[in-house]
């Protein structure tokens, strides 16, 4: 009778390893896989965001306020939303690197587009806003095209035009060391875009 305790208590000890074995490699497989669904998603998103940035019609009064602008870390855009999220209209969106915690994060900023305001001002308590990628090292934008047209198209690191927008819009990320997620350089090309 000891025996077959014995041999039974040793027998759950080696299928339950095995079972907890199985769970943590079931689970590891499955973040190793949503890693990259994630980042393309997300490069979906942004790819159909900024590509479909348009100039909305100038305000009746006053100077036109720049709708297109953006730096190496941060780009300021007017595009619509897209339709699940419910509220028609354009809309302005601030993608940028933000910190915080110690940490960088690649934010999504929108709210509801009004032309009488100066465009590069989103205000915090009525926008919307989503992390898009936690723990970021490196964000890198670039514009593709002229303000100038006396000028031939080059990549830019910022981009300020009142009635242009870039042709494209490169966007190059970089995790800290040692994490393994990749992402792949997106190009955006602007639809319509004039220069």
């Known amino acids: 009778m000891l025996v077959a305790i014995s041999l039974m208590a040793l027998l759950s000890v080696i299928l339950f390893g095995g079972l907890r074995f199985g769970m943590r490699a079931w689970e590891a497989g499955g973040d190793h896989i949503d890693r990259p669904t994630r980042i393309e998603r997300i490069q979906n998103l942004l790819r159909q965001e900024i590509g479909q940035a348009f100039l909305p019609a100038p305000a009746a009064i006053g100077d036109p306020v720049p709708t297109f602008f953006g730096g190496p870390e941060s780009l300021t855009f007017v595009a619509p939303l897209p339709a699940h999220r ?93 994490d393994p997620r990749r992402w792949p350089d997106l190009i955006i090309r602007v639809v319509g875009s004039e220069s």
């Open 86 to 178: 419910g509220i028609a209209g354009p809309h302005l969106f601030q993608l940028a690197r933000r910190e915080s915690d110690g940490r960088s994060d690649l934010m999504l900023t929108w709210t509801l587009f009004r032309p009488e305001r100066v465009a590069r001002e989103i205000v915090p308590e009525e926008a919307a806003q989503s992390v898009l990628i936690e723990n970021v090292a490196v964000v890198e934008l670039s514009y593709y095209g002229a303000l100038d047209e006396q000028r031939p198209p080059e990549w830019q690191s910022v981009w300020d035009g009142v009635n242009l927008r870039p042709r494209l819009v490169r966007l190059h990320v970089e995790f800290p060391l040692g």
